[in-house]
C-alpha cells in the first residue's frame, strides 16, 4: 500500500513556493499525494496527474508582506479563514497521512498559524504516528524589524512540532545558518536535500522559432506578476530603444497575476512594437529559457535554479520589497561566480538597461557551467521515504476523535440534542459570540498548560484572567510564546490584584465594603502596571473581580485607570454608565456551593441551547485549578461540537468589545 502524504503549500505574492513544490510532488511517484493549494490559482499551470488537489479558499499578501487579504474580491478574510481551518482539519481526518509536509512554515507564513498550528497540536496530543516536514528554500529573510522574535517562533514551533527539516539548498552554495544563525538551537533533523530544480527540456520546433540565426531573442520575465511591473516596462522601453540599430526579438511574460490595468497598458505599448510578444503565462518556460540569448528576470529561487540549468545569460533585479533581502543576496553569490549580472540601478531607466542588454549579449558565454546539486525533488522522496519507514505506519481505522467527529450512534445525548440546536440555528443564520474565561492565572501548572493545549488544538481564543500579585515569571514566559504562536490567540486581562479577601464577614470580596478607596484604587493601579509590564501591547485593559464582585465605588476606579471592559458573572443587572463596557460570564461550568462540583453535561447542555436563542454574547467561565480529567474530556467535546456551526464565532474580550462598538457605531449613524 503506498504511503499518504499530505502537502501544504502556500504562496502569497508571487508562484515560486508553488512550482517548487510541484516539483517534489513529481517525484513522489510512489505516494498517495495530496496537496493542499492555499494560493490563487495559475491557469495553465500543469498538476501531476497522480496528485489529488485540493483548493483552499485563496489567500494573497500584499507586496510589504504584512497583511494577508482575501484573494477573491468583496469575500471577508474571518470568513475565509474559518472556512479553510476547518477545510484543513477535515482533510487530514480523511487522508490520516503517514506525512504532513509543510512548505515555508514556521520560518515564515507567520500569518497561517491559526489554521497550522492546531493540526499539528493534534497531531502531538493525540501522540498520531504522523511524520510532520518542514519544506524550506535556500535563503530566508533575516532583517525584519522584530527578527529576534521571529526566530524565536520559529525554534519553539520546529521544536515542538518537527520531526524533520528539509533545506532544498546546495551547502556549497548557501547554508541555512547563514540566514538563520540559531540553527543549533533546532532539535529536529536536517537534511540538505540538493536544489530542487525543473528538468532541462529537450528543444521543441515551436519554441526554437522564437530564435533566429540573425536575431537574438530575449526572454523578460517576473515571475507571477503580482511584482515586477517596473522591470518589463523598461525593458519595454529598452527594446523600443535598440529596435534600429540593434535588432533582437522580445518575449515577455507577465505572469498570470499581473493586475489586468498593468497588463492592458504593457499591451498597448506594445502595439507598435513587432519584435515584441506579450504572454501572461506558458507552460513551457524553460523551453524559451533554454532557446533565449539573454533573460531579464528578478531573482527568485526557481528562476535562478532555471537559469542554472539552462546556462542562459541573465540580468537580474532583486526584488526588495517589505526590505526582503532574499533575493539580493541570492543574485550577490550568483554574480560572483559569473552566473548572472545584477541590475542595481533604482529607479531602472531605459537607457541603462538597454546598455546592460547590449554588453550582455556581446560578452562570449563562459565555457564553465557552475557545478551545485540539482537533484532536490528526487532527495526529498527518498528522505521522505526513509522517515516514513522509521515512522510507526498510520492505520487505515485510525479515528483522530479531535478531528472529526465520531458516528452518530457513538455520540452521547447532550452532544445529539447541542448538534441539532445548533443545525437549527445555522439554518436559521443567527449568529452566536461566544467567549470562554478562565480565572485565577497565576503559576503555571500543569491543568492551565493543559487547558490551554486544547484551546490550542480548536483554534479558539480564551481570555484569562491573570493575578498580578502572584503572576510567576514562568507564567510569562509560557503565555507570550502562545502568543507568538498564533497572535492574539489570548486574551490577557486583569484578575484583582492579590485575589486576597479583605472582608471580616460575609461574602468573601477584594474590592468590598470594607476598604477605603484609595487602597483599591492603589492595588489595581499597580496590577495593571504589572500586567502592562509583562505583557506590553498584548495586556487588554479589561478587569475580572475575585469571587466575581465588587463595590459600586470600584466602576469609577476602573474609568479613571482606563480600562475598556468589565467582566463578571452576569447578574440580574448590568453595570452601565461608565466608559467601559460590561461583558460578563452567563454560563458556569461548575456550581459551587458546598464546593466546586462540574454540573452534570445535560444541565450544561440545556442552559447553552436556551442561551443560544435567547442571548447574541455568551460568556464560559472556566476554572482550570479544579478541572479534571472528566471536565477536560466535556470541553474539548463541547468545543469540538461549537467550533462544527459556522454561525458561532469565539473571541477575546478584546475583538468582542471592538465588535461591539463597531455594531453600536454603525447604529447610531443610521439613525
Known amino acids: 500500500m503506498k504511503k499518504r502524504i499530505l502537502i501544504y503549500c502556500q504562496h502569497v505574492l508571487g508562484m515560486g513556493h508553488l512550482v517548487r513544490s510541484l516539483e517534489i510532488v513529481r517525484a513522489l511517484t510512489d505516494w498517495d499525494v495530496t496537496f493542499l493549494n492555499g494560493g490563487d490559482l495559475c491557469p495553465g499551470m500543469e498538476f501531476p496527474p ?70 499539528l497540536e493534534q497531531i502531538r496530543l493525540k501522540k498520531m504516528p504522523t511524520a510532520v516536514v518542514c519544506s524550506l528554500r535556500d535563503i530566508l529573510v533575516n532583517n525584519k524589524r522584530n527578527q529576534a522574535q521571529h526566530n524565536e517562533r520559529a525554534i519553539t514551533l520546529m521544536n515542538r512540532y518537527f520531526d524533520l527539516l528539509l533545506v532544498h539548498a546546495d551547502p556549497r552554495f548557501q547554508t541555512l545558518d547563514e540566514t538563520f544563525p540559531q540553527v543549533r538551537e533546532l532539535r529536529c533533523e ?66 498570470p497575476y499581473m493586475p489586468e490595468e ?12 513587432k519584435q515584441v510578444t506579450i504572454s501572461r503565462y506558458t507552460p513551457d518556460f524553460l523551453s524559451y529559457l533554454r532557446e533565449a540569448s539573454l533573460s531579464i528576470s528578478m531573482a527568485g529561487y526557481n528562476t535562478c535554479m532555471n537559469l542554472l540549468t539552462t546556462g542562459t545569460k541573465a540580468l537580474v533585479m532583486p526584488f526588495t520589497g517589505g526590505g526582503n533581502t532574499e533575493q539580493t543576496i541570492r543574485a550577490e553569490k550568483l554574480a560572483q561566480l559569473g552566473v548572472v549580472g ?32 540539482h537533484d532536490g525533488a528526487k532527495k526529498t522522496a527518498t528522505c521522505l521515504e526513509e522517515l516514513a519507514a522509521r515512522k510507526k505506519p498510520v492505520s487505515n481505522h485510525l479515528v483522530p476523535g479531535s478531528f472529526s467527529l465520531l458516528n452518530g450512534k457513538h455520540r452521547t445525548a447532550w452532544q445529539t440534542e447541542l448538534r441539532g440546536s445548533l443545525e437549527l440555528i445555522q439554518a436559521e443564520g443567527k449568529e452566536v459570540r461566544i467567549f470562554f474565561r478562565d480565572d485565577d492565572i497565576d503559576e503555571d501548572e500543569e491543568s492551565l498548560l493543559r487547558l490551554l493545549d486544547l484551546f490550542l488544538a480548536h483554534g ?11 503572576l510567576s515569571d514562568a507564567t510569562v514566559r ?29 461574602r468573601k470580596c477584594e474590592f468590598g465594603i470594607s476598604r477605603s478607596l484609595a487602597d483599591k484604587f492603589h492595588d489595581i493601579a499597580r496590577g ?36 475598556m471592559v468589565f467582566s463578571k458573572d452576569q447578574g440580574k443587572e448590568s453595570v452601565e454608565g461608565h466608559r467601559f463596557q460590561e461583558i460578563s460570564t452567563t454560563l458556569d461550568l461548575y456550581r459551587w456551593k458546598g464546593g466546586a462540583t462540574l454540573q452534570p453535561p445535560d444541565i450544561t447542555t440545556k442552559t447553552l441551547i436556551s442561551q443560544l436563542w435567547e442571548l447574541d454574547t455568551i460568556g464560559i467561565l472556566l476554572h482550570h485549578k479544579v478541572m479534571d480529567d472528566t471536565a477536560f474530556t466535556f470541553l474539548d467535546q463541547l468545543l469540538k461540537e461549537l467550533r462544527h456551526c459556522p454561525q458561532v464565532r469565539f473571541h477575546t474580550l478584546k475583538t468582542l468589545s471592538q465588535q461591539i462598538e463597531a455594531a453600536q457605531a454603525a447604529s447610531q449613524s443610521y439613525t
Request: proline residues 7%; charged residues 20%; glycine residues 6%.
Open 50 to 119: 497522480q496528485t489529488k488537489i485540493v483548493n483552499l479558499p485563496p489567500i494573497k499578501s500584499e507586496s510589504d508582506f504584512k497583511t494577508i487579504i482575501a484573494a477573491e474580491h468583496g469575500q471577508d478574510l474571518d470568513v475565509v479563514k474559518r472556512t479553510r481551518a476547518s477545510r484543513l482539519q477535515a482533510e487530514f481526518a480523511r487522508i490520516q497521512p503517514d506525512v504532513f509536509l509543510i512548505e515555508m512554515f514556521p520560518f515564515g507564513r507567520k500569518h497561517f498559524a491559526f489554521e497550522l498550528v492546531p493540526v
Open 190 to 255: 536536517i537534511r540538505y536535500t540538493g536544489f530542487v530544480s525543473q528538468e532541462a527540456p529537450q528543444q521543441r520546433l515551436d519554441v526554437a522559432t522564437h530564435r533566429s540565426s540573425d536575431q537574438p531573442m530575449i526572454l523578460v520575465s517576473i515571475g507571477g506578476g503580482r511584482v515586477g511591473y517596473e522591470l518589463v516596462e523598461c525593458a519595454l522601453q529598452a527594446s523600443a530603444q535598440l529596435r534600429t540599430h540593434f535588432p533582437h526579438r522580445m518575449m515577455m511574460l507577465t505572469g
Open 262 to 273: 498593468q497588463f492592458q497598458a504593457l499591451l498597448t505599448s506594445a502595439a507598435m512594437q
Open 342 to 373: 545584477v541590475l542595481s540601478e533604482s529607479p531602472l531607466r531605459p537607457g541603462y538597461l538597454a546598455e546592460r542588454m547590449i554588453q550582455a549579449l556581446r560578452t562570449p558565454s563562459s565555457a564553465h557551467r557552475l557545478s551545485l546539486d
Open 460 to 470: 479558539a481564543p480564551l481570555n484569562l484572567a491573570i493575578i498580578p500579585n502572584l
Open 478 to 506: 509560557q503565555l507570550l510564546m502562545r502568543e507568538l504562536w498564533i497572535p492574539e490567540s489570548l486574551g490577557l486581562i486583569q484578575h484583582g490584584w492579590r485575589h486576597t479577601n479583605h472582608e471580616p464577614a460575609g
Open 528 to 563: 495593571k502596571i504589572r500586567l502592562e509590564e509583562a505583557f506590553g501591547p498584548r495586556f487588554y485593559p479589561a478587569f475580572t473581580p475575585p469571587w466575581n464582585r465588587c463595590t459600586q465605588d470600584t466602576f469609577g476606579v476602573l474609568d479613571e485607570l482606563g480600562f
